[in-house]
């Protein structure tokens, strides 16, 4: 038997129910399809009936003494597992070895990667998941870090390939501090938000609740706002008198966290079936 037939055979073989974007757990509950799962020829097939790729950016940082060092990397996999599911996603392997700023690089536990090899490395894995035929990849983000290497991989893809649309985002965006206000959950400012912070160790609680351990961390205030709420990017390359962390940590739940990861979840579905929806949407400008 030929390379050829021996492969058809193998395909038409595959072409049975099952091989979709999603597929039901044992416990009845939809899972995603998963690319590390896909076997041999398959490939071909999962990638034709899933509707996007959809990569998660995690990293391996120091968040407090009461948060495990995967914290990114447990929430947005949490996350994306159920975005996948629910968008018909092929879910790849979240990226976990990523680019730490300075001021959380100096704790022990963090492991960074320089922000140029990062951009390439994630410019790579971009240009292979498009190769597999995918034309629309979802990156989804669940650390800081990344948003400059993430943008900065984005265009050097977009740039050199035809007919592919990138879409980045971070899961915490769609929890804007004036929502987290309204839900009233903590007693912040700012809603909650910040690197280890009340909103954060609930949201990894949410998954691994066993990991959080609120007894090893004080309450500390809040982080300084030096704009008034709006947005700005400050990196400083010593982190003398920050204890990696802020806000009031005893106001984090897993229950808080299910609710927030719920309202993320649901924010960025509706975000990806309206891309889906409206193709002829230009980039951001
Ligand atoms: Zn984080």
Request: proline fraction near 6%.
């Amino acid at each position: 038997m030929t390379e050829i037939r021996r492969r058809d055979l193998l395909l038409a073989g595959l072409a049975l129910p099952g091989i979709v974007g999603a597929v039901a757990g044992d416990d009845g509950s939809v899972k995603p399809r998963r690319f590390e799962d896909t076997v041999g020829f398959e490939v071909a097939d999962v990638v034709v009936r899933s509707r996007l790729a959809i990569l998660p950016l995690g990293s391996l940082e120091f968040h407090g003494p009461h948060n495990p060092l995967g914290s990114d990397s447990i929430i947005i996999s949490g996350i994306a597992e159920r975005v996948a599911a629910r968008t018909a996603g092929l879910l790849f392997p979240t990226i976990r070895f990523t680019q730490c700023p300075a001021h959380t690089a100096q704790f022990r536990g963090t492991l960074s990667v320089r922000p140029e090899v990062m951009t390439l490395y994630l410019a790579d894995v971009l240009r292979s998941i498009s190769h597999l035929g995918f034309r629309k990849i979802f990156v989804l983000n669940g650390h800081d870090g990344n948003i400059g290497p993430g943008r900065g991989a984005i265009a050097e893809v977009a740039n050199e390939m035809k007919d592919v649309a990138l879409l980045l985002v971070s899961w915490w965006e769609f929890l804007p501090g004036e929502m987290m206000k309204t839900l009233a959950m903590f007693h912040q400012a700012n809603g909650g938000h910040g690197h280890g912070g009340p909103l954060e160790t609930s949201a990894v609680a949410a998954f691994r609740a066993d990991l959080v351990h609120l007894d090893l961390a004080k309450d500390l205030p809040e982080p300084p706002d030096l704009s008034g709420g709006s947005p700005y990017f400050l990196e400083k390359s010593t982190a003398t008198g920050w204890p990696g962390y802020s806000g009031n940590v005893s106001e984090a739940s897993a229950e808080k966290g299910k609710e927030i990861v719920r309202i993320s979840e649901d924010g960025i579905v509706k975000l990806v079936e309206n891309w889906l929806k409206h193709d002829q949407v230009p980039g951001s400008w």
